[in-house]
């Protein structure tokens, strides 16, 4: 995946677009393993054309790769040393000398 | 008798009494040195607060110490470790009032109104680490995060936060990686729809929306 966030496409219509909702649904079900690059060339491409048709997908699939992108990025909470002593030394306690 | 490998790849060395049914306190001292920090982080996520995560770290070590016959090397010392903590999480959720377990449906994330196609937070152009500045933007993924039914919210901290592939995290939780990968998409979709709600942002600052 970019390092970058990617922009998004340019504007566009969202309410109109000339092909059914069962089409998109069908490839809103494979967006995650397109992204994660797990499908074969040929589904890729029928998505890709898609996804040229319908800017809404299109809108949606880059919304979708954002936030996969913010979650790998997400900032971790970190223990203080003082904690973390704390809680080996009641462990230890807990556990009695081999 | 349990084979455990030398060296392995978390770099913590083979256990020196492999006979015994718990850790020795070198050993015991050793693991938690190298993994008490990825617990807490991995319990952070999934718990959302601070006491309950000392407790799931303190819950999984003390586990660790006592059943390390149970470890076997072929699997990594972080993966044992995050099967045990996931175990200690979903015991403390048994007994705390959280998010429901319900199953997630493709049709819900299929955007409804004019707006909730894109996040509601701008983020073109940043990166994920820029974007992340945004205390607004870290606010509204740890609440996505947190809302995820349980289940969802495991795959989602594992696999995307925690970095693990699809085939650990099925061993985790004992899944198919087919069934890790559907749990994923629905999760994702789920952050996805709660970053993208539309008038999220004016609702949780109170600013004006201007488009």
Redesign the interface.
């Known amino acids: 995946m970019s390092s970058r966030i990617s922009a998004q496409p340019g504007t566009h219509d969202p309410i109109h677009h000339d092909h059914g909702k069962q089409h998109c649904l069908k490839v809103l079900q494979k967006l995650s393993a397109y992204l994660d690059e797990e499908l074969t060339g040929d589904i890729c491409a029928e998505i890709r054309s898609h996804l040229g048709a319908c800017p809404n997908c299109e809108v949606f699939l880059d919304s979708l790769r954002q936030t996969i992108a913010l979650c790998r990025h997400h900032q971790p909470h970190l223990l203080s040393a003082a904690d973390r002593a704390t809680i080996r030394r009641h462990i230890l306690k807990s556990v009695p000398p081999a | 008798m349990t084979s455990r490998r030398s060296g392995h790849q978390d770099g913590v060395s083979s256990p020196q ?1 492999p006979s ?1 049914s ?1 850790a ?2 070198p050993d ?2 050793r693991i ?1 040195r190298d993994y ?2 990825l617990i ?2 991995f319990a ?2 999934l718990c959302g607060e ?1 006491e309950a ?2 407790d799931i ?2 819950e999984t ?2 586990n660790a ?2 059943g390390f016959k149970d470890f076997r090397g072929d699997a990594q010392l972080s993966t044992w470790l995050y099967t045990i903590a996931s175990h200690a999480c979903m015991r403390m959720r048994r007994k705390r009032k959280g998010q429901p377990e319900r199953e997630l449906s ?2 819900e ?3 409804t109104s ?2 909730e ?3 509601q937070v701008p ?7 820029q ?2 500045q945004n205390k607004e ?2 606010r509204m ?1 740890d609440h996505a ?1 947190g809302r995820l039914p349980p289940k969802y919210r495991m795959v ?1 901290v594992l696999r ?2 925690e ?1 693990l592939s699809a085939k650990e995290v099925g061993s985790i939780m004992r899944l198919n990686e087919r069934a890790v ?1 559907s749990r ?2 629905r999760a ?2 789920f ?2 729809k709660e ?2 709600a539309k008038g999220l942002t004016q609702q949780s600052t109170g600013k004006t929306h201007t488009d």
């Open positions: 009494s015994s718990s020795t306190e015991f001292d938690y008490v920090d807490y982080r952070h996520r601070s995560a000392r770290v303190q070590f003390l110490y006592r493709l049709e994330f299929i955007p004019d707006g196609f894109q996040l983020v073109e152009g940043l990166s994920p680490e974007a992340l933007l870290r993924l995060i989602l995307d936060m970095g990968k994923l998409h994702r979709l952050v996805r970053l993208s």
